[in-house]
């Protein structure tokens, strides 16, 4: 498929006038539109709204590339402008973008349009193909432009390559693996080129690896460059000089790369995971622990999420008044529910652990993090190594998955001297056997001193009440609103999910009211209150309806982004405001997930579901008084 297939003359708009990142996007969804393959304009933008918070899609050069893939797009489809005086698109290099093409791409098994996709971002890459496009006069210099550099490009690619032997090699790799992939990949080819260096580039794009690294390559090769953003497979490069960077890089500093691998200044990589592996722009120890903990969570929820509902599930089918002290299990489905629903919600502490120990110290983590996560589990003691007598929960999960990634660390680096003929026996015999033993030691050791303050914070939860329980409502609550998926957000829903081992039902439930609120608030102020938003914010409002109901927050980060200092305030008044009132109305939810999905399994529902309406319309006063009417002009 060829790039002048996928853009149309109605899809180029040459010298436009935008003023903000935020006016060019909303130009370029309306322009793409226009095409007939997105049939959801709004979903397609929060699509391109997510990829820019992953990072700008300014590559720099004057150049930006937004772009989504989604499930709902009919066929792929690229639309362009040129902007007349540039404009600010938060471009790594500083400068204003004056080229931009928005990518449209379905989700699709043939993937044949990503091919000339990557052609597009390959071709981007020639300093006069881009001047050739912003000098253009007409949209038809502009697709002939097009058609004659892809054209020599295609003649380039069909000539055979022949026997190479490259001194340097390449992985790119970024989130959506649309454009930046075959950018970084292009950069780094040309540089080496202009270098004298001859260098191949291992693309690991959207519709699978292409380009794909050889074993005999890699033997040969002086180094590695791994300029991604997500992870590559990285066992084949064991023993080898390893570069690890970001996509971004790839794209803006391909030579001062290149020169450190040849210059010998690449640590070696080792592929157990000792930490040799040379990253631009490190991170910081709390960055790490932060990553690690978020990999935990990710792996876990799925457990407590099916287990949770499982086991509301069997509370609701169950007949109470057969055997109230076996509620749950009196009849035989609900026995069978909330048996597998035990099982699976059981296996949350062992693997939280486990991904957090592996996300430290690689595969060799997972078993040994996952032992130290069933030992806490377990509550074992010295004094009682069955255990029982002790409950250090969720904080002895977590502190065992730290813990277990470190032993294992410090294992690699006792063993990095042992002889060659002995590596065999390190991830098989050594690190599993020594490891596990370690983590258990340890963890049995620290479970009495985590089980008193475990116990101590859940009985100070649980004999609450009054103002101290509709407190503690507010601020979990308003924890969901203040970043809306970021850190303090987490972190509220973390330490929810943690009260739902330990029995404590009623946190969840307000934290789940409270990321229910910035959605629906921004939804009825655009209902109820119109002349403050232009029928484009009306529009969305609607959607956020549904992503409210669906306990999606980000439905309220395009709001948010435009007029943080009203939005934010508002949905986080608004969302303290459903938690204590679930709180003072005593709801429950045994499931770690939100919206009208789980209402049934809500303990008060009737109540819950006031308590999230009141919320949602708090939040809608609140920001309608903030915000002012817009001129008529404006508004409409």
Known sequence: MRITELLRKSSIALQVNVQSKEETIDYLVDLISQSGIIPDKEEYKQGILLRESLGTTAIGDEIAIPHAQLDSIKAPGIAAITVKN??????????????????????????????????????????????????????????????????????????????????????????????????????????????????????????????VLTAEEIEKADGIIIAADKNVEMARFDGKPVLVTSVTQGIQKPKELIQKVIDKKVPVYHHEGEKTVETEGGESIGRQMYKALMNGVSHMLPFVIGGGILIALAFLLDDYSID????????????????????????????????IAMSIADRPGLAVGFIGGIVAKMGCTFANPAGGDVNSGFLGALLAGFIGGCIVLILKKLCSRLPKALEGIKPMLIYPVAGIFLVAVVTTLINPFVGAINTGLSNVLSSMGGTSKILLGIV?????????????????????????????????????????????????????????????????????????????????????????????????????????????????????????????????????????????????????????????????
């Open 476 to 636: 979990v609550a308003g924890m969901q609103s203040t970043d809306m998926g970021g850190p303090i957000n987490k972190a509220s829903y973390v330490f929810a999910t943690s009260q739902l081992a330990e029995g404590n039902f009623y946190i969840m439930a307000a934290v789940m009211a409270g990321g229910m609120i910035p959605p629906l608030a921004i939804a009825l102020s655009t209902t109820l209150f119109k002349n403050r938003w232009t029928k484009e914010e009306r529009e969305s409002g609607l959607v956020n309806y549904i992503m409210g109901l669906s306990f999606i927050s980000e439905g309220a980060i395009p709001f948010a982004a435009k007029d943080p200092l009203r939005v934010i305030p508002s949905c986080i008044i608004g969302s303290a405001t459903a938690g204590g009132l679930s709180m003072a109305f005593n709801c429950t939810l045994r499931a770690p997930h939100g919206g009208i999905f789980v209402l049934p399994t809500i303990g008060n529902p009737l109540m819950y579901a006031l308590a999230i309406f009141i919320g949602a319309l708090v939040g809608c006063l609140v920001l309608s008084f903030l915000k002012k009417p817009l001129p008529e002009n404006v508004e409409k």
């Open 324 to 355: 109230p002290s076996n509620f749950g299990k009196n009849t035989p489905i609900a026995a069978y529910l909330k048996t597998i629903g035990e099982q699976a919600f059981g296996m949350m502490l062992p693997v939280l652990a486990g991904y």
């Open 86 to 211: 540039g404009v600010d698109y938060d471009a790594p290099d500083g400068q204003n973008v004056k080229l931009c093409f928005i990518i449209a791409a379905p989700k699709t098994g043939d993937n044949l349009h990503l091919q000339a996709l990557a052609k597009l971002s390959t071709l981007l890459m020639n300093p006069s193909f881009k001047e050739s496009l912003l000098r253009a006069k007409t949209t038809e210099e502009f697709l002939q432009i097009i058609n004659e550099a892809e054209s020599q490009r295609d003649m380039l690619d069909m000539q055979p390559e022949g026997k190479k032997s490259y001194r340097v090699l390449a992985v790119t790799a970024c989130p959506t693996g649309i454009a930046h992939t075959f950018m970084a990949a292009e950069s780094l080819t040309q540089a080496g080129e202009e270098m004298g260096y001859l260098l191949k580039a291992e693309t690991n794009g959207a519709d699978g690896a292409k380009n």
